[in-house]
Structures are given as C-alpha cells and as structure tokens.
C-alpha cells in the first residue's frame, strides 16, 4: 500500500530508532505534524525555533544519540541557523527537517519561502532538498550516517509541502554507501608506531585532548592511557568530562582562561599529544609561541583539522578510541621501550605538580557574592553528578574553572560558535534524554534572556531544569574587557533585567533568589529538590572577573593572573 510523503517520514524516523524530535509548527509542516500525531514518538514543541535546534543538541551531547528537529519553512528555517552552526562548530550529530513550500513555487518568493538549503551551506556538513518523494527514504538514511558518522555534524533536508503530501512506496534503505564519503576509523599502523617512539623518548610530554575524546567515546582508553604512562592531560572546554576532573594528573582546562599548571605545561612540554582537539585560538594563544619546544603528535578523524593551525610532526587520521586502543596494546606488547619512561619524566611531574600547588585557581572572598564560590557549592552539593549546561560568557569560565567534570557528556556548552541561549533549551533537551537526572544551566543575567520563552517548554512537559543566573547586572564578559582594554567605559553593557523570581512564576516555574553566602547551600538544595524548573535569581558580585586570563594576541605564557 502505498503511503504519503509524510507517513513515510514518520516511518523512517522510526526504522532509524528516533524516539524524540523537538518541534515548531507552520503551514508547511502540516502534513508531517497531522502524520506523527499517529506514531510514538515523543513530540516536543518548543517556543522558538533556535530552541528547538539547541534542545536537539543538548539531547545529542547528552545521550550520544543523534539529535533531531523539525521546522517550518520560511522564517522557522532561518530561525534553525543559529543552532546549526553551534552544532557545526562543535561537531554534534543533529538532523534538521525544514520544510518548504510546494515545489512549484521554489525561486518564485513565494510566501514563507526561503532558500535554507543554500543559507545554510556553510555551517552544515551537508544539506538537501527533497524532490521527489521516492528519493525521501534514501535521503533520510544517508543524512542521519553522514551526520553520526566519521567527525559528526548538522545535516539539513528541506522537504517541500507537495512531497511531503506526494504518494510513494515506504521502503527503508539497509545500508548506505557514499563514494566520495568514506571516514577513516583506524588510524595508519605506521604512524602509530612513530607517535609512540616520540611518546617515549620524551621527556616532557602533556596530553591535550578535546571533545573528540567525547565524540568516540574514547573517555576510558584515555584514562587508562595517561595512567599507563603518567602522562599529565589538560583539556579544551570541549574536552571537559573526557578525563576525570578530580584526577591528580588533570592539569585543568588551557587556554584564555584555562590554569596556569596548564598553560605553563604547553608552553614548557617537549611533546604534545593532541586528541580529538582542533588548536582553537581560544586554547592556543599566539599560535606563534604556542609550545615553543615540543614536537606535536595530531590524531582526529578530519584530516582537514591536521596541520591547520599548528605544525604538526606526526599526524594521524582516524578515531580517537580506536587509535589509543592500539595505544595501549603497544605500551602492553613492547614493556621495554617504556620501562624507564616514567623514571625520565618524574622530574616533570614534580615540576607540573608545584605549578598546580602554587598557582591554583582562586577568588577573593570579599566585596560581595563570588560567582565562583556558587559555582563551587554546586559541584559539593551534586558530588559532580549533575549534568551541566552553561550559557555563554563569565557563567561558562567559571562554570569551566570551578565545577569538576568527572564522566563524559555532562557539561553542554558552545565552544566554537559561543552561541549565549544556547545553555537553557539544550538543558531541556538533556533533561529530555536523562528525566531523571539533575540537569542545571549555569546562566548569566544576560544571556537568559536570549531564550527565556522556554521556559513555557519546559514547564508544559514538566521538565524540571534548574537555572542558576549568576546575576551581575552586565554582559560581564564584555564588561570585563572593556574594564581591562577599554579604560572602563561600559558601552552597551550595562543592561537592566527583570525580576527572575516573578517571571519564572509567571511561566508556572519555582523562583527562588539568592543575596549572600550564607544563603546559598540552602536555597540550592531546596531548589535542587524541586520537581518543578526553577530559575535560582544569584546576586553576585557585579565587578567580578575570570581569571586567569590571556589577552588577545599574547602567548599562553603571559596571562593576567589577578
């Protein structure tokens, strides 16, 4: 029997086990949205449809799964593009339905009419335009491998109304093959070999891994490679989670604003193993200082991130977790070539280890409620169980300093793109994957309110988010650099905001607010316990900064410490 385009959509969601889509309506969604009212799938419509692509995100980062969102066309496709690209730069496997008008009129500016596929070209790893219908299941298949498979990304397939209503044949693909889309998994045995003679006639090494270690599931491997060799490892703030952060190798996060036992660890190492990283500016300061004496070993699965931006000596094309597991068989198989490698670096690890004792991360504890001593408080009170959703500016420094990730896919953040919205409604979508875990987005005053209309998300399907606003009064990231580049003329940032208490009741949410420390331990706990979403109002102190902190154009070695 034959079935309509729209039956068939909901027919292929379902072969590719998808259990979840977050939604937004419109005239030519119509067809899809009256078909999934008869299938299972979970059906969440958000207030906005920037929130429905960030919620599908924070869905992905959480559960590994592929995230999933469908649009209307027109606006509701241009209102996607944000969220792609926060997914693109961070490499997270989403799949975004746009729908569109009938293909007749497509280049006729017909009403709500907008080319997505060619806006969005940029910031997807690739995009279609469905037109025909007996294409629509190949096409579904191939986007959802091409966006999980290999270095994952955002796939977009725009599916105009007349298709959508068109009558076909449902028969699923079993496999895909692409030609000119074939990823390397493993990793050239030769290359390997060459990296771990390097690791081990070295005499200074620092293993500085990224959110690819995340991506493939590569947390353990990595773990037990550091320990098997003692090797210190710092992480990007996409890395965060990947590597235990309360572990007495972890060095903390590098870069702008990463620790100066990091930092100094780049900058004096003899030898960098990079993994799943990309040498992002925000991580590598003065790219012409970064790591002045070591020799780099790059392993990723995109080769078009080796050698980008920093030389590298031996690069290594495939999976993170496939190419330390044979790391690790090596290390086991060959025992003479590291018996004294731990012998040769003790000496380093001494030296890493008073950095670490000398230069903590610290705050003064005056002139009002520290940002970071919340932040602190919440990692006790959670033991670090919580999953962790940050916006984007202080709140997610501090969030990154202060907070210790210990398991992969906790923290859910814009690294690349720094999308502010984006913590609140990926928080929703990681609420969504884990109901029963406690999820909280660490926001600022500022970027709240970005995406706040959420919130009636959240409140209708009874997802109980916790929002900690560290209120400051500013755009504090701005605020600071106009404070310590800009002879403290705040233009544009300080910026009035609403009582968050009464506009979270007004959604039907808790409101709770907090002044002062002695506040703090109790209003989170009762907040914490809460099954309703909360926003948790913190007051802090307004001239508060993120140190450390390395000024644009300086190298790693130069931070501004207070």
């Given at each position: 029997m034959k079935k309509t385009g729209a039956q068939i959509f909901v027919e292929s969601l379902i072969a590719e086990g998808i259990d979840t889509i977050f939604c937004y309506p419109g005239g030519a969604t119509l067809y899809i949205t009256d078909a999934l009212g008869d299938c299972d799938i979970r059906q969440i419509v958000v207030r906005h449809e920037q929130g429905a692509v960030h919620a599908s995100d924070g869905y992905a980062r959480a559960s590994g799964k592929v995230g999933v969102s469908l649009v209307t066309s027109g606006p509701g496709a241009t209102n996607t593009v944000t969220g792609i690209a926060t997914a693109y730069m961070d490499s997270i496997p989403l799949v975004i339905f746009s729908c569109q008008v009938n293909?007749?009129?497509?280049?006729?500016?017909?009403?709500?009419?907008?080319?997505?596929?060619?806006?969005?070209?940029?910031?997807?790893?690739?995009?279609?335009?469905?037109?025909?219908v007996k294409d629509l299941t190949r096409i579904i298949k191939e986007a959802f491998h091409i966006a999980r498979s290999g270095r994952p990304g955002p796939v977009l397939v725009d599916i105009p109304k007349d298709v959508s209503a068109s009558l076909g044949e449902f028969k699923y693909p079993d496999k895909v093959h692409i030609r000119s889309y074939q990823p390397t998994y493993f990793g050239?045995?030769?290359?390997?070999?060459?990296?771990?003679?390097?690791?081990a006639s070295a005499k200074r090494p620092v293993l500085y891994t990224g959110g690819g270690i995340i991506l493939s599931d590569a947390s353990h491997e990595l773990t037990k490679f550091a320990e098997a060799l003692s090797i210190p490892v710092t992480n990007t703030l996409m890395g965060l989670g990947g590597f235990p952060g309360n572990h007495h190798l972890f060095?903390?996060?590098?870069?702008?604003?990463?620790?100066?036992?990091?930092?100094?660890?780049?900058?004096?190492?003899?030898?960098?193993i990079a993994m799943g990283a990309r040498f992002d500016d925000r991580a590598t300061g003065k790219t012409d200082e970064f790591a002045p004496h070591a020799r780099v070993i790059h392993v990723d699965i995109d080769p078009t991130s080796i050698s980008k931006n920093i030389k590298v000596d031996v690069p290594i094309v495939g999976d993170t977790k496939n190419v330390l597991h044979k790391m690790l068989e090596i290390i086991a198989e060959d025992k003479e070539s590291f018996k004294d490698f731990q012998t040769s670096t003790d000496e380093w690890r001494k030296k890493v280890a008073k950095w670490k004792k000398d230069f903590p991360l610290t705050y003064q504890r005056n002139g009002g409620l520290k940002p970071?001593?919340?932040?602190?408080?919440?990692?006790?009170?959670?033991?670090?169980?919580?999953?962790i959703a940050t916006e984007v500016g202080q709140n997610q420094m501090w969030a990154a300093q202060f907070y210790k990730f210990l398991k992969p896919r906790t923290m859910l953040t814009s690294g690349g793109l720094g999308t502010m919205g984006y913590g609140f409604p990926a928080a929703i979508g990681a609420q969504v994957a884990f109901p029963k875990s406690l999820v909280i987005d660490i926001a600022g005053d500022g970027s709240i309110q970005m995406n706040i209309q959420e919130l009636a998300t959240a409140v209708q399907h009874k997802l109980p988010v916790k929002v900690v606003i560290l209120n400051n009064g500013f755009l504090g990231m701005v605020r600071q650099w106009q404070e310590l580049f800009y002879e403290k003329r705040y233009t544009w940032t300080c910026l009035p905001c609403p009582d968050f208490v009464k506009v979270a009741e007004a959604y039907g949410a808790a409101g709770y607010?907090?002044?002062?420390?002695?506040?703090?331990?109790?209003?989170?706990?009762?907040?914490?316990?809460?099954?309703?979403?909360?926003?948790?109002?913190?007051?802090?102190?307004?001239?508060?900064?993120?140190?450390?902190?390395?000024?644009?154009?300086?190298?790693?070695?130069e931070m501004l410490l207070v």
């Open positions: 293909t007749a009129l497509i280049g006729n500016d017909a009403f709500q009419e907008a080319d997505i596929v060619g806006i969005t070209r940029p910031c997807t790893k690739h995009n279609y335009l469905v037109k025909d050239h045995t030769g290359q390997i070999q060459r990296a771990m003679r390097e690791i060095l903390g996060m590098l870069g702008m604003h990463g620790t100066y036992a990091a930092n100094m660890a780049i900058t004096e190492s003899d030898l960098i970071q001593y919340v932040i602190e408080r919440i990692y006790e009170i959670t033991k670090g169980k919580a999953i607010r907090i002044d002062k420390e002695e506040e703090v331990d109790m209003v989170l706990k009762e907040a914490f316990r809460n099954n309703q979403p909360a926003f948790i109002d913190v007051h802090v102190d307004p001239l508060e900064c993120v140190y450390p902190m390395v000024p644009a154009g300086a190298s790693l070695k």
